[in-house]
């Protein structure tokens, strides 16, 4: 697992990131669930923060398929972490100010399963959600916005972005997550 903590978080996967890999792992009994938190700021100045978690995350991806060519990596990331994911899994698309770090072609066999809260990407006319935007990693991801959530809608319900642990979406991902990992999810 490769998490991408939210803005102003602690370094370490933040909250919904603790919660959601405790979520994981409980569907996947018997495997081994490591968890990498993404090395970045998570600060107010989005665009060089972001772009430097992706820079991070997509070193990251690439060290592990390399040494453990079957392990079934796993990317999730919330509110701004959800960026730092957006930016290693679009391609070259060039979003504002945001400078991608797209992953090479060769690792999409080795992600098996994507999930981001809050994404702020699915509030943008020019984009969406990373399901739609990502031809090579859509089919395997599953981008979650609370209703209200000013940061993924049009929403303006502030506290619907940090209720992703309590509202359900959590276990909704870990559970299409941990499908992806075991292969009984398409």
């Keep these: 697992m490769v998490f991408a903590r939210g803005t102003a978080d602690k370094p370490g996967i933040g909250f919904t990131g603790r919660q959601f890999v405790t979520a994981l792992k409980k569907r996947l009994p018997g495997k081994t669930v490591s968890v990498y938190a993404v090395n970045y700021p998570a600060s107010w100045n989005f665009p060089k923060s972001t772009s430097q ?20 990596i796993v990317l999730g990331g919330m509110s701004q972490g959800a960026g730092v994911i957006d930016l290693i899994t679009i391609g070259n698309r060039v979003i504002w100010f945001f400078k991608p770090a797209p992953l090479p072609d060769t690792m999409v066999n080795h992600v098996a399963a994507i999930a981001v809260f809050g994404n702020p990407s699915r509030d943008v006319s020019t984009l969406g959600p990373l399901t739609k935007i990502s031809p090579l990693y859509g089919s395997r991801t599953i981008d979650l916005c609370a209703p209200g959530d000013p940061y993924c809608s049009s929403g303006n319900n502030f506290f619907a972005h940090f209720a992703y642990p309590w509202n359900g979406m959590v276990n909704e991902a870990a559970t299409y997550v941990a499908g992806r990992v075991l292969g009984t999810q398409s």
């Design 53 to 72: 978690g992706a820079v991070d995350a997509n070193k990251h991806v690439q060290y592990v398929a390399a040494i453990c060519p079957k392990t079934k």
